[in-house]
């Protein structure tokens, strides 16, 4: 069955460091999304993609960044993270768009210390 | 850009009663949307989406309502059971154009 997986799931880090958090999709969906959740703020969008070698910026994109070499990957990095980027991280994909079903992957809890 | 608020943000139901949860959104050129599930410790599902050429959707226990003259839409679940306890999010957008989110309204079954 098609799905998206999202690496690692729990991340502790210090502030200043670079992080990487992956996700894969073998939906073969051209369209990637970036959310971080927290309490309060409902579900923000950081980056999105709607193809490879595209990608553009979401409302809190910020300290963030993203690269889009293939159809099934979109890595998000936090250059230097902040305390203030402690959250929860969704990553999701759809088929033909935003306006389309999105499907979200389990999520990666980052603190930043 | 589109703001989209939800209410109530918590919300306790005796198990076969039924639930409403109501959202509204700021840009009247919006025309999707969608309702989202998120059970503890998983990621949003998607249990039900309107477009604003319709009024209603109904699937099974769970119905949306549109509203475009007062731009608000609402979640209706009826006969709730356990499993129906969950956060829920509602969302917004134009054409192809991102989502925007409500804040949430975590649903609670009582048995």
């Known amino acids: 069955d098609a799905e998206i997986t999202q690496s690692p799931r729990h991340k502790i880090t210090e502030t200043g460091r670079q992080v990487t958090l992956a996700c894969h999709q073998t939906w073969n969906h051209n369209n990637m999304f970036w959310y971080r959740q927290d309490l309060g703020h409902g579900l923000r969008l950081i980056h999105y993609?709607?193809?490879?070698?595209?990608?553009n910026k979401g409302e809190v994109s910020d300290g963030y960044s993203v690269s889009r070499s293939n159809t099934e990957d979109l890595p998000l990095t936090l250059e230097s993270a902040a305390s203030s980027q402690t959250s929860v991280y969704f990553c999701a994909s759809s088929l033909a768009g935003a306006a389309d079903t999105q499907y979200f992957g389990p999520g990666t809890r980052l603190t930043v210390l | 850009g589109e703001n989209v608020e939800q209410h109530p943000s918590t919300l306790s139901v005796q198990e076969g009663d039924s639930a409403v949860i109501k959202c509204t959104y700021s840009?009247?050129?919006?025309?999707?949307f969608p309702w989202y599930k998120q059970e503890l410790g998983k990621g949003p599902q998607l249990i039900i989406d309107i477009r604003s050429n319709v009024g209603e959707k109904k699937d099974q226990r769970i119905a949306v309502t549109l509203n475009k003259t007062a731009k608000h839409f609402s979640l209706h679940i009826t006969e709730t059971q356990p499993e129906d306890s969950a956060v829920y999010f509602c969302a917004a957008s134009f054409g192809n154009e991102k989502l925007t989110f409500g804040t949430g309204t975590r649903l609670t079954i009582i048995p």
């Open positions: 840009d009247s050129a919006s025309n999707y």
């Open positions: 993609s709607y193809g490879v070698q595209d990608t």
